[in-house]
T-cell receptor, first 116, second 113 residues
């Protein structure tokens, strides 16, 4: 079974630009979450999508957005990039049996964004 | 919202010794507590988890204990090996939080041969 796939793996942008990151979850997983990982702030939750609906949102500004498609693939977008947005963005999928279960997250290898 | 504190931030042990990492959480409604291991340059992977209806769980050399009253949980690694060297993250989640995990700051474990 293929794991969680994220593209692109590395990208460099300049301040003010926007970026779109993509995530393909494990087949059959309907929940997709996004996390930002930085050396200073650790792993911080961005948002979670389930059945094409945003179910949870972390404490990030509105410049960070996401969506999920009917095949469970997800994208996240960051607009008007700032230097502080440089980070590893991790996508994780989960096999859900209900709407309130929390279970194992399977992480992708991440997309490393550098903002110059 | 939930807040998870993790200690220590770094831990150096001799091969064969035990390692203990402790976490505290703030939200008494949290009921799921996983531990993830992240090796250098790799993705985080679940190594063990515990739910609030259980006080202790063990899997070979790894064990996790949970004290709901004190709102803290700990990871115990016995007979450490060089391949245990990694960053370990604890996390917490509530019943209504879906797959939203609040992570601790991480513990960098170095096992010296």
């Amino acid at each position: 079974k293929a794991g969680v796939t994220q593209t692109p793996r590395y990208l460099i942008k300049t301040r003010g630009q926007q970026v779109t990151l993509s995530c393909s979850p494990i087949s059959g997983h309907r929940s997709v979450s996004w996390y930002q990982q930085t050396p200073g702030q650790g792993l911080q939750f961005l948002f979670e999508y389930f059945s094409e609906t945003q179910r949870n949102k972390g404490n990030f500004p509105g410049r960070f957005s996401g969506r999920q498609f009917s095949n469970s693939r997800s994208e996240m977008n960051v607009s008007t990039l700032e230097l502080g947005d440089s980070a590893l963005y991790l996508c994780a999928s989960s096999r859900m049996t209900g709407t309130t279960n929390t279970g194992e997250l399977f992480f992708g290898e991440g997309s490393r964004l550098t903002v110059l | 919202g939930e807040n998870v504190e993790q200690h220590p931030s770094t831990l150096s042990v001799q091969e064969g010794d035990s390692a203990v990492i402790k976490c505290t959480y703030s939200d008494s409604a949290s009921n799921y507590f996983p531990w993830y291991k992240q090796e250098l340059g790799k993705r985080p992977q679940l190594i063990i988890d515990i739910r609030s209806n259980v006080g202790e769980k063990k899997d070979q050399r790894i064990a996790v204990t949970l004290n709901k009253t004190a709102k803290h949980f700990s990871l115990h690694i016995t007979e450490t090996q060089p391949e245990d060297s990694a960053v370990y993250f604890c996390a917490a989640s509530g019943a209504a939080a879906g797959n939203k995990l609040t992570f601790g700051g991480g513990t960098r474990v170095l096992v010296k041969p």
